[in-house]
């Protein structure tokens, strides 16, 4: 059995718990947290909440540590800190600190030997793979990453901390013009603004000024100002009524040509539905898992991420199984 640890129970802790009675090779041990442990309610019979504070003295009792803080301050501290003690896997999505997040997990690991994966999830993660996988079978073609219809939880945060906003949910859509056009093989050149469009959906304070709320989210720079967005403004029981999941979803799709004149045109597409976001990023992480307790078993330490998992690490079948079933 893989004795498992969660850091942190949000809406990912959460997924992780109810992944893990999924796998019949792996036990959740203990979940850690921030808050007060006595205020959690889990859904795993015999499974105690913990304080953070208490987290070392279950370091002989825990075979990988799984870490579900946000990418933003949680998780560029937890994962080097905690990699000191346990095998930790984390879903740090990031993309364009990736590098220096997996540096600094790497030179924990290895100096301690420990085994770590980063960035598992299903963008970076699943749709990383895809990209890679397309890219080396179509060297002569483009990539193309759409994603949604979903929830952006980072978006939806930012228009939340805006003054006079009580609730807030953004809906990131894929423009369907651009799709197509993808699709078809023509490979277009599109602009941010092309490929996506952003809905907001926006329970106000009494009082609060709208036109105000609608030009801040509108001009916010990283979210929203280069895309075509739209702000609905709503009652908290119509956002609790028809808004209340957390879906998402894309496509990584790859076009290419082949033959000695060009004359082959090819589209790799690979697509998710999600009715949960947090469900299914807990569901890979969880596959993962396994992967970094057999690479610690073997003595292979540092940081890993999903390209460097052989696809037989992942699964609880044997490689005869494997070959005699898939293959």
Same mark, same amino acid.
């Given at each position: 059995? +893989?004795?498992?640890?969660?850091?942190?129970?949000? *809406?990912?802790?959460?997924?992780i718990e109810s992944a893990i009675r999924q796998n019949?090779?792996?036990?959740?041990?203990?979940?850690?947290?921030?808050?007060?442990?006595?205020?959690?309610?889990?859904?795993?019979?015999?499974?105690?909440?913990?304080?953070?504070?208490?987290?070392?003295?279950?370091?002989?009792?825990?075979?990988?540590? +799984?870490?579900?803080?946000?990418?933003?301050?949680? =998780?560029?501290?937890?994962? %080097?800190?905690?990699?000191?003690?346990?095998?930790?896997?984390?879903?740090?999505?990031?993309?364009?600190?990736?590098?220096?997040?997996?540096?600094?997990?790497?030179?924990?690991?290895?100096?301690?030997?420990?085994?770590?994966?980063?960035?598992?999830?299903?963008?970076?993660?699943?749709?990383?793979?895809?990209?890679?996988?397309?890219?080396?079978?179509?060297?002569?073609?483009?990539?193309?990453?759409?994603?949604?219809?979903?929830?952006?939880?980072?978006?939806?945060?930012?228009?939340?901390?805006?003054?006079?906003?009580?609730?807030?949910?953004?809906?990131?859509?894929?423009?369907?013009?651009?799709?197509?056009?993808?699709?078809? &093989?023509?490979?277009?050149?599109?602009?941010?603004?092309?490929?996506?469009?952003?809905?907001?959906?926006?329970?106000?304070?009494?009082?609060?000024?709208?036109?105000?709320?609608?030009?801040?989210?509108?001009?916010?720079?990283?979210?929203?100002?280069?895309?075509?967005?739209?702000?609905?403004?709503?009652?908290?029981?119509?956002?609790?009524?028809?808004?209340?999941?957390?879906?998402? &979803?894309?496509?990584?799709?790859?076009?290419?040509?082949?033959?000695?004149?060009?004359? *082959?045109?090819?589209?790799?597409?690979?697509?998710?539905?999600?009715?949960?976001? %947090?469900?299914?990023?807990?569901?890979?992480?969880?596959?993962?898992?396994?992967?970094?307790?057999?690479?610690?078993?073997? &003595?292979?330490?540092?940081?890993?991420?999903?390209?460097?998992?052989?696809?037989?690490?992942?699964?609880?079948?044997?490689?005869?199984?494997?070959?005699?079933? =898939?293959?």
């Amino acid at each position: 059995m +893989i004795r498992i640890g969660i850091y942190g129970y949000g *809406n990912l802790g959460r997924g992780i718990e109810s992944a893990i009675r999924q796998n019949s090779d792996m036990e959740l041990v203990c979940v850690f947290t921030r808050r007060d442990p006595a205020t959690l309610k889990l859904n795993t019979p015999g499974v105690s909440a913990v304080h953070v504070d208490d987290v070392l003295e279950y370091k002989d009792k825990i075979d990988v540590m +799984i870490l579900c803080g946000g990418s933003a301050t949680d =998780l560029p501290r937890q994962t %080097p800190a905690l990699c000191e003690h346990f095998c930790v896997i984390d879903s740090f999505d990031t993309h364009a600190k990736i590098p220096e997040h997996f540096a600094a997990v790497d030179s924990v690991a290895k100096a301690n030997n420990k085994t770590a994966m980063i960035s598992v999830g299903w963008d970076p993660g699943m749709f990383s793979l895809n990209r890679l996988y397309a890219g080396c079978i179509l060297p002569d073609g483009k990539d193309y990453t759409f994603w949604g219809k979903g929830v952006s939880q980072g978006h939806s945060d930012a228009i939340r901390r805006i003054e006079g906003v009580m609730d807030a949910k953004q809906y990131t859509i894929p423009v369907e013009e651009a799709l197509s056009a993808v699709r078809s &093989g023509t490979e277009p050149e599109l602009s941010t603004r092309e490929k996506h469009k952003r809905e907001c959906f926006v329970v106000a304070k009494a009082g609060a000024d709208l036109e105000r709320i609608e030009k801040e989210i509108k001009e916010m720079p990283n979210y929203f100002a280069d895309y075509d967005t739209t702000v609905h403004f709503i009652s908290a029981e119509e956002l609790k009524r028809d808004h209340d999941g957390i879906p998402h &979803g894309g496509f990584v799709i790859r076009t290419g040509k082949t033959g000695f004149n060009k004359e *082959n045109s090819h589209v790799i597409e690979y697509s998710l539905k999600l009715d949960s976001n %947090p469900e299914f990023t807990a569901s890979v992480i969880v596959a993962y898992v396994r992967a970094v307790a057999r690479l610690y078993d073997k &003595g292979d330490y540092g940081c890993k991420t999903v390209f460097d998992i052989p696809p037989a690490l992942l699964s609880p079948k044997s490689a005869e199984e494997l070959r005699a079933e =898939l293959l």
